[in-house]
């Protein structure tokens, strides 16, 4: 498996931006999708974003679209999560998370697809 480990979260006020990054410890992230999945008290996890291996194709949540975007450095094997105009309802442990398959056809949003997944970072949005 591959060893995940998120940075980045913080306390914000609503209509700030912060940048989450995901880095290994293990294998290079480059053959695999990507995903970042958070998951709010009480609820469960929720997709937020993924990118292909090839960085190429990008899918949103459609409660982040037009707010977040996600981004990858396979040289670095780092992918990252920029998150702006930032609201109480973002609030929540943020997870990245690695696809099963290498070199995934397409891309893929589904919470069951990721086989790997990091500790999360604690993302807190006031109002």
Known sequence: QVQLVESGGGLV??????????????????PYTMGWFRQAPGKEREFVASISWSGSTTEYGDAVKGRFTISRD???????LVMNS??????????????KLSYRL?????RSAFGSWGQGTQVTVSS
């Open 13 to 30: 006020q609503a209509g700030g931006s912060l940048r989450l990054s995901c880095t290994t410890s293990g294998r290079t992230l480059s």
């Open 74 to 80: 396979n040289v670095k094997s780092m992918v990252s």
């Open 86 to 99: 930032l609201k109480p309802e973002d609030t929540g442990v943020y997870h990245c998370a690695s696809d």
């Open 106 to 110: 397409g891309i893929t949003t589904k």
